[in-house]
């Protein structure tokens, strides 16, 4: 969902420049950070944000550059008329001013013009009716450039999960590979215990008592279900248009399973692979929040 677009709109008093940024998030959060853009357009530009981003943190910004003649002042000559007479006023009460009109223009004009109200901006509406086809048009390119941004993204994010999903399958094959030698290692600490304690079991029960321990250690239901959260995350993936909320409940299943084969190895070697497994699981869960 991360992305950044930018675009610029010419209008006749200057140059509009929108730029658009997305973050993560689970839903669509639009902040229009400009007071440039007309206020009966703001739901129609939200709604289309939406639309389009469907998801993340967007905010929207509005930099407006005005022409040179677009930005000039203008004199409030009211105004400065006024202040110049207050300022005669002011010189003539002051003690040793014989000519108080002397040398007025020159000492006071650079003073004058710093006063408030005296010289102001022009302000004009940026945004107009006539101008606001163009600003559309700005916004729509900046869109599309975001969409093109997540596009690029999507793909090496595609690349890097799916990768890492089958990274998480060939590792559960070493899993598969140590699996007898962990059942014969369980069954070998047994009998020594027995050995090391005196104690002479009843073979019969024994082998039941021996079964029933061994079937609590089974992974193979773990191994069928992780199979299967693997294989329905790549068909997920590949399938549904926006599946990134529907890929972090398969994370969810996919961790629990790896979860309980660590819980039952009694297997270095096995505890080694989980521990990989884990790891590239959490890889895929940061990355799944940037799919939408």
Known sequence: MT?????????????????????NAKNAEISLKTSLLPKDREMEVRRMLSERLRRGTIDLFLNWEPNAGASARALNLDAARA????LLELRRSLPGCTDPEEGTPDTLLAALLRLPDVADA??????GEAEWPLVAKAID???????????????????????????????????????????????????????NLGVK??????????????EKLDINEERVRLRQHCRYFLE???????????LGFIIQEMGREINTTG?????????????RMKDELE??????????
């Open 3 to 23: 992305g950044y677009g930018k675009a610029e709109a010419l209008l006749a008093a200057g140059k509009l420049t929108v730029e658009i940024r997305s973050l």
């Open 83 to 86: 202040y110049y007479s207050q």
């Open 122 to 127: 022009k302000k004009a509406e940026v945004i």
């Open 141 to 195: 390119e900046a869109v599309a450039m975001l969409e093109h941004f997540r596009e690029t993204e999507g793909a090496a994010l595609y690349r890097d999960v799916t990768a890492r999903v089958q990274s998480i399958l060939d590792l559960y094959e070493e899993v598969d590979k140590y699996d007898p030698e962990r059942i014969e290692t369980v069954k070998a600490r047994i009998l020594k215990n027995l050995e």
């Open 201 to 214: 079991a009843d073979k019969e029960r024994f082998e039941q008592e021996l079964v029933y321990y061994i």
């Open 236 to 246: 997920t993936i590949d399938t549904e248009p926006e599946p990134g909320k529907k």
């Open 263 to 275: 819980s039952k190895a009694n297997h270095a070697l096995i505890q080694k692979a989980v521990v």
């Open 283 to 292: 890889k895929i869960r940061e990355q799944s929040l940037n799919i939408l």
